[in-house]
């Protein structure tokens, strides 16, 4: 059996012969891409604004979020001080009395209380390692550091707990050997995922580094301007030393030659008196001058 054909539907206005061409479909919208998108400055000025939510933070979760961050700051500070004055009293004694154990409580003070400045400066290295990379280095190094001071207080702690009582399960004294660790790697990370930024704060702070740039940029061109300034006074100085130099050499010159010719008219007299003889009356001083001895100038005569 043959299939049936399907008929054409009517497309024209009632009345008329149907016809058998297809309707026209509608063109799709035209949706730019995500790329389009972030291509658009206002577009992208739209998601960057979108990611600042917390300014839609109710008032109870930004309490207790700044609540939580400053927990997280004063934490590894807190247990460091304890732990700090725990190991000092196992290895010195309660009684601050003498110089060692005054020097081994502040030993083991500070470098517990340095392992939590680590804490808080590998929090401020991981903000600032995406837009400098160059702290990358320094980064590795501060984490390598504060494992190696973290593994020392716990074996410390270790040691601790297993002179104060040997009948202590393994688990728990691992736990509390590792309590202080767990609490400087839980600050890092509290701080890290709590601290968000604010529009109003991100719109300041971009001013500022506005600001920083026109003033580290106005400085460089008057830093320009003073070196300029102070290589055309030294051109200024270098040429008038060179023009005062020629000026004394031309006057040198001219004494010189000026001497020299007064040097000759006094020898022709000298000969001019040596051939005249001792007949001739003495040459008074005056005659001696150069202008006294010069020929005397003929004027023409007439016809």
Not at 54 to 67: A, C, H, M, N
Request: aromatic residues 4%; contains cysteine.
């Amino acid at each position: 059996m043959a299939e049936p054909v399907p008929l054409p539907l009517p497309s024209g206005p009632p009345g008329k012969e149907p016809t058998s061409q297809p309707l026209p479909q509608p063109l799709p919208p035209e949706t730019p891409s995500t790329g389009e998108e972030l291509a658009d400055p206002v577009a992208r000025y739209r998601v960057l604004i979108e990611r600042f939510d917390d300014d839609y933070e109710p008032t109870v979760g930004r309490l207790i979020r700044q609540s939580l961050l400053l927990l997280a700051y004063l934490a590894p500070v807190i247990v460091a001080c304890f732990v700090g004055l725990e190991l000092g009293d196992a290895f010195a004694g309660t009684e601050w009395t003498t110089f060692f154990s005054i020097g081994t409580h502040l030993a083991c003070l500070v470098a517990e209380l340095l392992t939590g400045g680590l804490v808080l400066g590998c929090m401020h290295l991981l903000r600032r390692v995406h837009s400098e990379p160059g702290l990358a280095p320094l980064l590795a190094a501060s984490l390598a550091v504060l494992v190696v001071l973290c593994s020392c207080s716990s074996l410390a702690l270790w040691w601790l707990l297993s002179l104060k009582d040997s009948t202590i399960p393994g688990p728990v004294v691992a736990s509390r050997v590792l309590l202080p660790p767990l609490i400087d790697t839980a600050s890092l990370l509290t701080i890290t995922a709590l601290n968000s930024q604010s529009l109003a704060r991100y719109l300041l702070v971009l001013q500022r580094k506005e600001e920083a740039i026109r003033a580290l940029a106005e400085a460089e061109l008057r830093m320009r301007e003073a070196e300029q300034a102070a290589r055309n006074r030294q051109r200024e100085y270098e040429e008038y030393r060179e023009m005062r130099q020629r000026n004394e050499e031309i006057l040198l010159q001219m004494l010189e030659i000026q001497s020299r010719g007064a040097l000759t008219v006094l020898e022709r007299q000298v000969r001019e008196l040596a051939e005249r003889g001792p007949s001739q009356p003495p040459v008074r001083e005056r005659d001696l001058s150069p202008l006294s001895l010069m020929p005397p100038a003929r004027h023409p005569t007439r016809q």
